[in-house]
């Protein structure tokens, strides 16, 4: 994934192509799964951004749809890249997430469809669908 890429991904939502943003997409753009925000700010070292701007771009991202917070019922929220193409706010995660109780590592199951829930109930309209998934991962199971 190259810095073209990460350029690309700004553009195609109109926001400001800065450095230190540029440097944060690119590094979600190599990481292999969702990151904290402080492994993220462990990594933004050497940049020209704190830990508090870092914040503010994530929250920027979300709200552009380019990326989405995995929330797995830990204290910290992760972050990754959307896959799915959809900038919309709100639309949810087109993926569901999975979570090993083992070693604790959170993933996006990119290549996994999202079931589709539709909910007949009168009256209600959903806007958000999460999926979360706990269990064992590929490299825990070898062990
Ligand atoms: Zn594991
Ligand atoms: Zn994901």
Redesign the pocket.
Known sequence: MSRAAAEEILSSVGLKKTPGRLALVHLLLKAEGPLTHQEIAQKMKGFALNPVSIYRSLDAFVHAGIVHRVDTGERVGRFALCVCGNHEEGHGHCHPHFT?K??G?TECLEDQVMPDLAVTRPGYTVHEVELYLWG??A??SVK
């Open positions: 090993c083992s070693c590592k064992i991962c490299s825990c």
